[in-house]
T-cell receptor, first 113, second 112 residues
Framework: GAGVSQSPSNKVTEKGKDVELRCDPI?????LYWYRQSLGQGLEFLIY????????KSGLPSDRFSAERTGGSVSTLTIQRTQQEDSAVYLC???????????FGPGTRLTVL | KQEVTQIPAALSVPEGENLVLNCSFT??????LQWFRQDPGKGLTSLLL?????REQTSGRLNASLDKSSGRSTLYIAASQPGDSATYLC???????????FGAGTTVTVRA
């Protein structure tokens, strides 16, 4: 079946602009995660959704970052007033339930000029 | 905070040699662990998931072991091929957490 998909694959924006990144998880997966991978750094957890429960936002680096998940499926990560340090690859993953095997999408490479 | 260390950071071997990739962690309260590979400019591909009650997991030429008492996991890749060239990452769930803690990865180059 289809894997996790993300769009766009690449996004170049100017400092101060808002961006939206989209994630389509595997159908039937209740858990959805966003991670960030910066050049020379490891993967950093951002936010976690489980079903209809309130998300765990503990990994979001600032209040410029927000995310929502509509209908327990598609998720959107929004970054407001982008800064150059936001440049990174943003990865989405889903799993059947929490603690289960996580499957990652191809990522969105964000470049803030 | 869980510390996950992968050694070596980089490895270059001739084709056909067996690969041994190490991953160590500081907290023994591991629930599950997962090994991934990442090709340049791509997302992560899941290779193996070892549940906390298991000691090892095998898939084709890949074998991963888990020793919680010593805080180590090892990924073995038999008879390496140039197509195995990639960065390999280990990641853990803690028993009281649901997000993966990642190591920095081992970048493998298999020379033809």
């Amino acid at each position: 079946g289809a894997g996790v998909s993300q769009s766009p694959s690449n996004k170049v924006t100017e400092k101060g602009k808002d961006v939206e990144l989209r994630c389509d998880p595997i159908s039937g997966h209740t858990a959805l995660y966003w991670y960030r991978q910066s050049l020379g750094q490891g993967l950093e957890f951002l936010i976690y959704f489980q079903g209809n429960s309130a998300p765990d936002k503990s990994g979001l680096p600032s209040d410029r970052f927000s995310a929502e998940r509509t209908g327990g499926s598609v998720s959107t990560l929004t970054i407001q007033r982008t800064q150059q340090e936001d440049s990174a690859v943003y990865l989405c993953a889903s799993s059947l339930q929490r603690y289960n095997e996580q499957f990652f999408g191809p990522g969105t490479r964000l470049t803030v000029l | 905070k869980q510390e996950v260390t992968q050694i070596p950071a980089a490895l270059s071997v001739p084709e056909g040699e067996n690969l041994v990739l190490n991953c160590s962690f500081t907290d023994s309260a591991i629930y599950n662990l997962q090994w991934f590979r990442q090709d340049p400019g791509k997302g992560l591909t899941s290779l193996l998931l070892i549940q906390s009650s298991q000691r090892e997991q095998t898939s084709g030429r890949l074998n991963a072991s888990l020793d919680k008492s010593s805080g180590r996991s090892t990924l073995y890749i038999a008879a390496s091929q140039p197509g195995d060239s990639a960065t390999y990452l280990c990641a853990f769930f803690l028993s009281n957490d649901y997000k993966l803690s990642f190591g920095a990865g081992t970048t493998v180059t298999v020379r033809a």
